[in-house]
């Protein structure tokens, strides 16, 4: 565990622990939904939102320059060097400018001078699919995730089991009984855990990210057959399940190569609903289809479950809008939480209060604490004013307190 939760008040950390016992209550009664962002396939080691844009942006510049002919031979490879940089996350940009601002810029590569924008609309999509499952097929599988999880962990008690797996025997079976402790290890094997569950389990999930990751959790790690999984790939499948698991990708989803030659089609459906990426794509939802799937799935699950919110900086765009659409608990009747990381936070408050300290002020780390205590009774009060509750925690415990629901 890292230092940061020592930043965290005892009155913060109690105020935590009768929110978590509101969220047990939810999933005793089995009226939650889980809520994911980008954050929760980060194990995986895919790219957070403004990462994702950086990456596709290098795999547009690569298909520019292959394509046009004003580049001298020496500005084309050093460039698609540059862009391979982009490509494996090696250089970031446009992390200083609004993600889906930035994504309209990805998306104008793909403008073909085609005067019919039916068209144009057609190629972009194809393209950007195309980008994000390259993205997608260099994702670490379940075993690849967990083998390197224990290799950074010299002292792990799983050791036995990465013996196994280097031995050839499946997953599944190398980690028979273990389950609860592969989960603590992240916060992806953390929620596909929670789903997982056969006894107070959360059984629903809506998601804003285009990846089949946590579907891939639930088959290959946890067990689950094909046929108790289904996804919704930015529109209704209509098969129905016994026994079911659904993840509802409400911005489109993109299987990766290994998941599609599965032929488990429910779980890793080929045939997506729109995706919804840039600026545009986002304006253009809320005028033409003032009823989309999208946006009434979204409106079913705010106010027909609590949610919790899991794998979310709260700082996006979009996550704010949904704030917007959610409504106060007085209005909808349910609340929902918010998993919050106090890293970033914690970390740019010690920052200026050492940049302070070398200018001769006497602060000390007592008082970053109640400093911090105060930011994050601000954002308290700010969330709840949508009927979100956060819970605080330190990224580190974030699969702890996954677990432990």
Known sequence: ??????????????????????????????????????????????????????????????RDLLKSSWWTDDQRESMLKTAELLIHGNLKLLSDVNPLESAEYVVQYFDEGIFDSSVTDEVREHAIISMFKKIVDSSLTPDQILKQTIDENS????????????????LTEAIAGLHQDIAHLNSLF????????????????????YDPLIQEQLLALYGLQPDTVITHPGRWNEQKLSNEREVFHVHGFIPGTRHSATGFNNVYPINSGRIILSEDSYYVLEREEAYNWSSSIQSYFLNRYHCLFVGFSAEDFNFRRILRQIGQERETGRVHYLLLSVNKLAKATEKAVNESRKSGYDISDEDITLLLEQLLSCREKYWKRFGIYPIFADRDEIPDILCKL
């Open 190 to 209: 953390a929620a596909s855990y929670l789903m997982a569950r056969e006894t107070n389990g959360i059984r629903r999930a809506i998601t804003y990210n």
């Open 1 to 62: 565990m890292s230092d940061m939760r020592k930043y965290l008040s005892n009155r913060l950390l109690e105020n935590r622990e009768k929110v978590l016992e509101r969220v047990q209550k939810s999933i005793s009664e089995d009226n939650i939904a889980l809520a994911f962002g980008a954050g929760v396939s980060i194990p995986a080691k895919l790219p957070t939102w403004a990462g994702l844009i950086s990456q596709m942006l290098g795999y547009a510049v690569q």
């Open 155 to 170: 002292s792990s008690p799983l050791k036995k089991v990465r013996e196994m797996l280097d031995v050839g025997m499946p």
